[in-house]
């Protein structure tokens, strides 16, 4: 059995306008000791389905789903108490600003040894010990002093070390990591992106990755999960997704690629993202599909949830279609 | 630090000649001679006058007064009072005592109840307990003072009889004001019931003073935590699980204490002014009503020493504000 597995999420904010999906009929799977990137653009609800997950969501949001089984417990039973008692222990989360993630009040050694006292029964001592413990874990040089050095005596880099460092404080079985290395330098990214990988083979750790950086998806995941306007258009494993990608949209990601142009300019993807009004009646992608017709206007398309292969498409891809 | 607050107090250098300016300038452009006032309905000959105004220093050119004026204060002599012929340093040090009592308090008092109220209405923003907060809020800070003071007044003294009037113990208790402050000075004397006899009568007096300090405070409060509880910060708390009571009480109230501290400095500032509708209607002996007075009968060393001694405490809070800020949240501290 997976450790994580949604069905059939959906995520609704309630806006002065009316209510807005973020998030619509999701299913997630993902198992112990798995890779797992979620790739999409911006406003994909990317990042929504997996604050979900965590019961992060602000008041606004309504979340659904038919089942959210986490480690054999169904998250959607439990009362809030229950909640916080997983989260931040078998389940936790880092962000995309390391900068403004932790709080500008508070000593790094302090908000460390907080996680810590939340959910395990250790001694003062014992926190401390454990604290400079983690910062040597995910490469922080002089431990024991950084303790005592406040968020913005260190660099971003530094950071998210540190929240790496929180996140991996009570040897969580998932860690989700929200574009963790979007904010900092390419040279930082590799190194952070490093350090997950290798907390993930060494401590047995499922990690879900959500990226928009074809790139990162390529050298970290061994699945890769589509997401387009709040629905996952298609999932396979990372080398299949690459070789042949089965939607549309994945291809023309794919095909976005500067390392894969051959052309003068590079390829893009007109348009944007559908938002709250917008919203096409037929296939969510259909108004920037090169290849849409009238039943893609018309029709919304069904992946077929027993078929891990099935997309989200009419005219799903072959082998002939690929990219490479 | 040190070096901080040694350059904190330098810049009050000159915002403290800027008020001794103004002060000194202000009382004498309001019409009136001290002299004739002093004088009262009878008047006084053109002689006398001229030689009582050539006392007093006044034919002096206005620069060559101030001069006077300046090196004085500098010399720790802020002359001596018109009215009551003594030096206006012993007169304050006589009455601040029970302004501070009563303005600490005060400030206790609406923190007390302020800081907690905007936290609550913050949690459970535009639902029951906000919008009765808030409203609340809204009517106390638009209450006039006198009529809030009269209305505890009828209820709690008048009709179920639990607080004195006015004044700040009751007759029954005498001995010598050693420390100023009343509750410290019942509490030494171990007169029996004094020191109870002296809560009681501060009672009315804080609520009414407190008030607006109170809904300023809440209000600023309710504000600041708002912003707060939707950085970035704040979800990291609630990803490592911990429990509502400590995100909003400790990682977000220490962020959103900022403006929440420049606001209580504020009010202790106005409120060591002196609060003279409060100080009025409960006769109470503090500096409000004495400047008002000072003022009235163009008593220019008081007005003028009384006002430096309390632009010099405001200066004073501001400073333990600005150190506060530092604590409360180091990366002030850096820029």
Known sequence: ?324 | MIQFVLKRLGTTIPTFIGVSIITFLFIRLIPGDPILIMAGERGMSAERHAKLLAQYGYDQPLWQQYWDYLSGMLRGDLGISFRTKRPVWDEFFALFPATLELSVCAIIFSIIIGIPSGIVAAIYRGKWPDQLLMSTALVGFSMPIFWWALLLIIFFSGTLGWTPVSGRISLLYYFPAETGFMLIDAWRSGQEGAFRSAIDHLILPTIVLGTIPLAVIARQTRSAMLEVLSEDYIRTARAKGLSPFRINGLHALRNALIPVITVIGLSVGTLLAGAILTETIFSWPGIGKWMVESIRSRDYPVVQGGLMLIAGMVMLVNLFVDLLYGIINPKIRKS
């Open chain 1, 1 to 324: 059995m997976a450790l994580l597995e949604v069905n059939n999420l959906t995520v609704e904010f309630k806006t002065s306008q009316g209510p807005f999906r973020a998030v619509d009929s999701i299913d997630v799977a993902v198992g112990a000791n798995d890779v797992l990137a979620i790739v999409g653009e911006s406003g994909s609800g990317k990042s929504v389905s997996m604050l979900a997950v965590m019961g992060l969501l602000p008041w606004t949001a309504t979340v659904t789903a038919d089942s959210m089984m986490f480690n054999g417990v169904d998250l959607a039973g439990l009362d809030s108490k229950q909640r916080r008692d997983i989260v931040g222990k078998d389940m936790s989360m880092i962000f995309q600003e390391p900068m403004s993630s932790l709080n500008p009040c508070f000593t790094v050694g302090f908000q460390l040894r907080e996680a810590l006292k939340a959910h395990l029964p250790l001694s003062r001592r014992e926190r401390k010990h454990r604290a400079v413990e983690l910062l040597e874990m995910v490469g922080i040089p002089e431990p024991t002093k950084r303790l005592g050095a406040f968020p913005h005596q260190l660099s971003g880099g530094m950071n998210q070390r540190v929240m790496i460092a929180m996140a991996i404080a009570c040897k969580p079985k998932l860690l989700i990591a929200d574009e963790p290395t979007t904010a900092l330098d390419v040279t930082i990214q590799a190194q952070i992106l490093e350090l997950l990988l290798e907390l993930n083979q060494q401590h047995d750790m499922a990690l879900v990755l959500i990226t928009h950086d074809m790139g990162v998806v390529a050298e970290t995941a061994q699945r890769v999960s589509v997401q387009y306007a709040g629905q996952k258009v298609e999932e396979q494993s990372v080398e299949a997704l690459f070789a042949t990608p089965r939607h549309p949209y994945t291809h023309a990601l794919l095909a976005a690629l500067p390392e894969r142009a051959t052309g003068k300019m590079l390829p893009s993807i007109p348009g944007v993202v559908p938002g709250q009004f917008d919203r096409p009646s037929g296939c969510l992608f259909s108004p920037r599909c090169e290849f849409a017709t009238e039943l893609c206007v018309k029709e919304v398309p069904i992946a077929n949830s027993d078929d891990p292969t099935s997309v989200r498409c009419h005219y799903p891809l072959g082998k002939s279609a690929s990219v490479a």
